[in-house]
């Protein structure tokens, strides 16, 4: 069963930085290209950073909005998928999924799995 928890996010001002961790099934994480997505309302959900396969190199891809800043890996935390974020920007604002690149799909087939998400809020 599919199942991915985030955490991590908060308020911080500009130019601060975070740390968001997902947790959920190792075989899922290693053996599956993963990416951090974020939605912002009445905008569709982005991928903003990805990662390959263990076996495909962990090659990383990051959308030229958060290129720099943002940095994708797995955490030595078995089963964590990690993003680390900084020079965060007011337009950062967003709620920050992961989960696989496509998305899981649910086990009924009904559609794609999502989280809860973790909510990320730059401001002064």
């Known amino acids: 069963q599919v199942r991915l928890v985030e955490s991590g996010g908060g308020l911080v001002q500009p130019g601060g930085s975070l740390r968001l961790s997902c947790v959920g099934r190792?075989?899922?994480?290693?053996?599956?290209?993963m990416g951090w997505y974020r939605q912002t309302p009445g905008k569709e959900r982005e991928l903003v950073a990805k990662?390959?396969?263990?076996?495909?190199?962990?090659?990383?891809e990051y959308a030229d909005s958060v290129k720099g800043r943002f940095t994708i890996f797995r955490d030595n935390v078995p089963n964590t998928l990690s993003l680390q974020m900084n020079s965060l920007k007011p337009e950062d604002t967003a709620v920050y999924y992961c989960?696989?690149?496509?998305?899981?799909?649910?086990?009924?087939?009904?559609?794609?799995?999502w989280g809860q998400g973790t909510q990320v809020t730059i401001s002064s």
């Open positions: 190792k075989r899922m994480f290693s053996l599956n290209d």
């Open positions: 989960n696989g690149d496509p998305p899981f799909g649910k086990e009924d087939g009904s559609g794609e799995y």
């Open positions: 990662i390959s396969s263990i076996t495909a190199g962990e090659s990383k």
